[in-house]
């Protein structure tokens, strides 16, 4: 059934100046924009969206990322739209990312992975709730 997955492409990504081209290959791919918008995260948001990671090593380094400056936050529609966008995306690190994917083309190492996507629907709904209203759906 058609289905709902949420984006972000990260500062990396935005202060690369490569938003244009990763929207271009996510329409390409069958997505439809539902709902998007240019944003910056606090640190609070940063610690709330990334809450499941806090004890991670890393979880430092990946607020301070997220941070730093712009992104793009989106909500796609596809048939099957999780699992297809975490193939289009490829893997967390870009060194194992299939030939192709956004992180393969886009992304400088595991931490500036140029993109996210959610891994489940409920996450999903969670996260697109997260950043947008309902009157920014559409
Ligand atoms: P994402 O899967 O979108 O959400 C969790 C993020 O944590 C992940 O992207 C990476 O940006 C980051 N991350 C995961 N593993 C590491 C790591 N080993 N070092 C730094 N950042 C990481």
């Known amino acids: ?5 949420f984006t972000m492409l990260k500062p990396d990504a935005v202060e690369k100046g490569h938003i244009g081209a990763i929207l271009e290959q996510i329409n390409a791919s069958g997505f439809r924009i539902v709902a998007m918008k240019l944003t910056q ?3 609070n948001d940063a610690e709330t969206f990334y809450a499941v990671h806090k ?3 890393f979880f430092g380094e990946l607020v301070e990322f997220m941070t730093r ?3 793009v936050a989106a909500i796609l529609e596809k048939e099957n739209a999780v699992e297809d966008f975490r193939t289009l995306i490829g893997a967390t690190n870009p ?3 299939a030939e192709g994917t956004i992180r ?3 992304a400088s190492s595991v931490g500036e992975n140029a993109v996210h996507g959610s891994d489940s629907d409920e996450n999903a709904e969670i996260e697109s709730s997260f950043h947008f209203a309902g009157r ?3």
């Open 95 to 97: 060194e194992e990312a």
């Open 55 to 57: 004890e991670r090593p």
């Open 136 to 138: 920014e759906m559409f």
């Open 41 to 43: 995260m606090t640190k």
């Open 104 to 106: 393969k083309k886009y």
């Open 69 to 71: 400056g712009p992104i």
């Open 1 to 5: 059934a058609t289905n709902r997955t």
